[in-house]
């Protein structure tokens, strides 16, 4: 099973950003989607962003559109998430996550993916 870790976390002021990074052991043909997701204090998991290696094609959540971007390097087996104008509401564990299914732009669901890091902690505060 693929293995990941994720990095870049920290402290960063309200309008500030971030970058997330997330190694994998190895990414493989058997691994579809990849996906970030974040789970604050008291809530559920929360899916943020996905990419498909099916055709390359990303989704988001309603939530980050337009401030958080998805990317990644296969020759660094690194997925990467951009996260722009973060506000306290963004404080949280960011995961990332890899599925055996095709789900991503449609939907990302924490039932689909079955690979997953140990998280990395965004705090946004001043």
């Known amino acids: 099973q693929v293995q990941l870790v994720e990095s870049g976390g920290g402290l960063v002021q309200p309008g500030g950003s971030l970058r997330l990074s997330c190694a994998a052991s190895?990414?493989?043909?058997?691994?579809?989607?990849i996906a970030w997701f974040r789970q604050a204090p008291g809530k559920e998991h929360e899916g943020l962003a996905c990419f498909s290696n099916r055709d390359y094609s990303t989704g988001y959540a309603d939530s980050v559109k337009g401030r958080f971007t998805i990317s990644t390097d296969n020759a660094k087996n690194t997925v990467y998430l951009q996260m722009n104008n973060l506000t306290p509401e963004d404080t949280a564990v960011y995961y990332c996550?890899?599925?055996?299914?095709?789900?991503?732009?449609?939907?990302?669901?924490?039932?689909?993916?079955?690979?997953w890091g140990r998280g990395t902690q965004v705090t946004v505060s001043s």
């Open positions: 996550a890899a599925s055996i299914y095709y789900t991503c732009p449609e939907k990302i669901s924490v039932t689909d993916y079955d690979a």
């Open positions: 190895r990414f493989t043909l058997y691994y579809r989607d």
